[in-house]
């Protein structure tokens, strides 16, 4: 039985930092940026949420954010050969503010695979889910948490792009959001075709994975088959918690940006958005 209660608020969420890092491994993705010796490590290893921002991973400023937003507890979901993540946030530097478990995704099969990974670590309550290489603002993760129930935040393209600095052909790599009229999803369509009738809209709103999920997800995940590129996706879970579930996923729109280190070209742009931050996880 869920947790879940009206006064309640969201308080665990889930990070997925498995994927291979492809994108980030790339020299030839670098352009003309520098990278120190040991960002260049970072980048080479596939681990974005490690990559450092002066003395401090990536990852420190998501799980800052998360601490601002009232999140206590945080499972980080890695792969069998990630040592070093688990190493330095249990030996080296261990957050104060919020208590990180991990998950292991044995292979890296998609996102809705490693959703799964997570559910003998989480409690049976909602659970936000995010990405290990994305900031996204605090404002987006507390309002999230406030709803205590399955829900996504949908960020207004134009602003992606001029507060997050994301290239507007990168942004058609993201899945676009339709909802109705009283803020509920009616679907979230994956990386879609140029002339589809979301993206020549006037006002796009785009996810970047950044959900609320109740552990009806879990049911849904096992039932997920491989896309057309071969993973196991969420958007697919979260298709099959609707219309097979009766799960409702409720929509807040937000115009804000959302910074996102996939590539190698990205630390400059992070790390001068972040440079005035202290993070404290």
């Known amino acids: 039985m869920s947790e879940s209660t009206v ?17 980030m491994r790339r020299e030839s993705d670098a352009g003309s940026v520098a990278l120190t010796a040991e960002q260049a490590k970072a980048a080479a290893s596939g681990a974005k949420g490690m990559m450092p921002l002066g003395t401090r991973p990536f990852l420190d400023y998501v799980l800052s954010a998360l601490a601002d937003a009232a999140i206590t507890d945080v499972v980080l979901v890695i792969g069998p050969e990630h040592q070093l993540v688990r190493d330095y946030f249990t030996v080296q530097s261990p957050p104060s503010r919020v208590r990180l478990r991990f998950a292991v995704q044995q292979d890296p099969k998609g996102t809705a695979d490693a959703v799964l990974s997570a559910r003998g670590v989480v409690r049976d309550a909602p659970f936000l889910m995010l990405n290990s290489d994305n900031y996204y603002p605090v404002a987006a993760l507390r309002d999230l948490a406030a709803i205590n129930a399955a829900g996504l935040v949908a960020f207004e393209a134009d602003s992606l792009l001029r507060d997050g600095g994301i290239e507007p052909q990168r942004l058609l ?28 809209r006037a006002e796009r709103w785009v996810s970047m994975n950044l959900w609320s999920f109740t552990p009806v997800i879990f049911t849904a995940c096992e039932r997920v088959k491989p896309s057309v590129r071969g993973e196991l996706e969420i958007q697919d879970a979260v298709t099959i918690s609707m219309r097979d579930l009766g799960e409702r996923y409720r929509v807040l729109p937000m115009h804000a940006g959302v910074l996102d280190l996939s590539r190698r070209a990205d630390v400059g742009l992070v790390a001068s958005r972040l440079a005035a931050i202290v993070p404290n996880p």
Do not use: C, M
């Not at 790599?173 to 020549?200: I, Y």
């Open 7 to 23: 006064d309640a608020r969201t308080t665990q969420a889930v990070i997925l930092a498995r994927g291979l890092g492809t994108r």
């Open 173 to 200: 790599n993201n899945a676009l959001v339709d909802f109705d009229s009283d803020g509920w999803l009616l679907t979230v369509r994956e990386k879609p075709a140029a002339d589809d009738p979301l993206v020549l």
